[in-house]
């Protein structure tokens, strides 16, 4: 698509999400756009970035106009990498990318699985596992957060409400990273094409642990998601089911990973309000809305509009990709009095966007909140004094719409 813009106003020709400075933190050049330029075309992306509250919170709602379709496809594929996806993933969609009618169908299955009484019984699970990881390195006064807590925990929580076994999360972890990375990098056609063959991996593996619930049902929710064609009682078709369980993994570890990272990296910034919920963590329930809001993981994510539409007086002509910054939406002066600042008793943090609002509002917003609390508590009450590490720097992730570390060395008193 090729955009025609008029207004020069409606341009901000130097945005680039993709620069060192941005991935750094991006909330500065958010908060110049919001104030200048609150909607406007990139011809580097050839897209529309929305960065006010307001406009975002309204594009959500409206389905109509804002299409799912390709939200989360951030890079385009070569003609090959594409030809080969069709052919092995064919016509199925992921909730995540689907409109009516396909979305109530597929979100109706997966509901099943992340009703709030399911969430609430996997808190002591929940414990176990983040108890027993840091149980590997607590008397060893250092680690690297992310390798050995925050990717593990919540990927060891889906395996177990898949029903994939825990041995297994390293390979399925190989897979999603392809995935991802296909998704959101601009990558020569040869890694395009390396990529969705492990995604073709990743698919049959997937299929093959389905047809295994057709033999021997569980309790977990891969055997939600078995079509009725194959002894269940799904409504979707197996292409659907093994390419939602999919998404639904990957959605599961990646962004509770990142936002697990970045809390902590916020508390370690903000001594006094870290040694506030050290001593009293029943402040943590509310304290992790604002660290969902001041720095998610999930920056934005894409539409496609429908129709031409109007937001902050600027027109967004039909068939225009569309990327809704819910990193900027929650710094928005006009939602969030004094945005920039990190306060844990914030009265209207649970406003932010960062599950997204509307019908696509995140489905595992529940198990991830819970996740976030218990993690936090649990290094907070069992690492005294856990502090950044002096012999190691974080690394941060280079994503377009992901924000988070792929390390984040820590050390502590050892008792």
């Known amino acids: 698509m090729t955009a025609h813009v008029n207004s020069p106003a409606a341009v901000c020709p130097h945005f680039n999400p993709m620069a060192p400075a941005h991935q750094r933190n991006p909330y500065p050049n958010y908060a110049e756009a919001r104030r200048d330029t609150p909607v406007?075309?990139?011809?580097?992306?050839?897209?529309?970035?929305?960065?006010?509250?307001?406009?975002?919170?309204a594009a959500l709602k409206q389905t109509h106009i804002f299409s799912s379709s390709g939200s989360v496809q951030g890079a385009e594929l070569s003609p090959v990498a594409q030809a080969l996806l069709q052919k092995n993933i064919g016509s199925a969609t992921i909730m995540v990318e689907s409109d009516e009618p396909n979305h109530t169908r597929i979100r109706s299955v997966l509901n099943k699985a992340f009703t709030p009484q399911r969430i609430f019984k996997l808190e002591p699970a929940i414990r176990e596992i983040a108890n027993s990881l840091i149980d590997a390195f607590s008397a060893d006064g250092h680690a690297d957060l992310v390798p050995q807590f925050a990717l593990p925990l919540p990927g060891l929580v889906i395996c177990d409400l898949f029903g994939i076994p825990r041995e297994d999360l390293p390979q399925v972890k190989r897979w999603a990273d392809d995935w991802v990375t296909l998704l959101s990098v601009a990558l020569p056609e040869e890694q395009q094409v390396a990529c969705v063959q492990s995604m073709v991996a990743f698919q049959n593996y997937l299929r093959d642990q389905l047809l295994q619930r057709q033999q021997n049902p569980r309790e977990d929710l891969l055997t939600v998601m078995l079509p009725v064609e194959y002894g269940g009682t799904a409504n979707l078709s197996m292409e659907e089911a093994f390419y939602n369980a999919m998404s639904a993994m990957v959605a599961g570890y990646e962004t509770t990973t990142n936002l697990i990272a970045n809390a902590v990296t916020m508390l370690f910034k903000h001594p006094e309000q870290y040694q506030q919920l050290r001593e009293n963590?029943?402040?943590?329930?509310?304290?992790?809305?604002?660290?969902?809001?001041?720095d998610t993981?999930?920056?934005?994510?894409?539409?496609?509009?429908?129709?031409?539409?109007?937001?902050?007086?600027?027109?967004?002509?039909?068939?225009?990709r569309v990327f809704l910054l819910?990193?900027?939406?929650?710094?928005?002066p006009a939602q969030f009095p004094n945005p920039e600042r990190f306060d844990i008793q914030r009265p209207n943090a649970r406003e932010h966007l960062t599950f997204a609002r509307g019908i696509h509002v995140c489905i595992g917003q529940a198990l991830a909140r819970l996740e976030i609390r218990v993690a936090l508590e649990l290094l907070l009450q069992r690492l005294p004094n856990l502090r950044p590490a002096t012999s190691a720097q974080p690394q941060q992730l280079e994503h377009i719409f992901l924000r988070g570390y792929t390390s984040l060395p820590i050390e502590w008193d050892q008792a």
């Open 326 to 332: 819910y990193g900027s939406a929650n710094h928005d």
């Open 281 to 294: 963590p029943a402040m943590l329930q509310h304290a992790v809305e604002e660290l969902l809001r001041i």
């Open 297 to 320: 993981s999930i920056q934005g994510l894409f539409r496609t509009t429908t129709q031409e539409v109007t937001l902050s007086d600027v027109t967004i002509p039909a068939n225009a």
């Open 40 to 57: 406007f075309y990139s011809e580097a992306y050839d897209m529309w970035f929305v960065t006010r509250y307001a406009d975002v919170a």
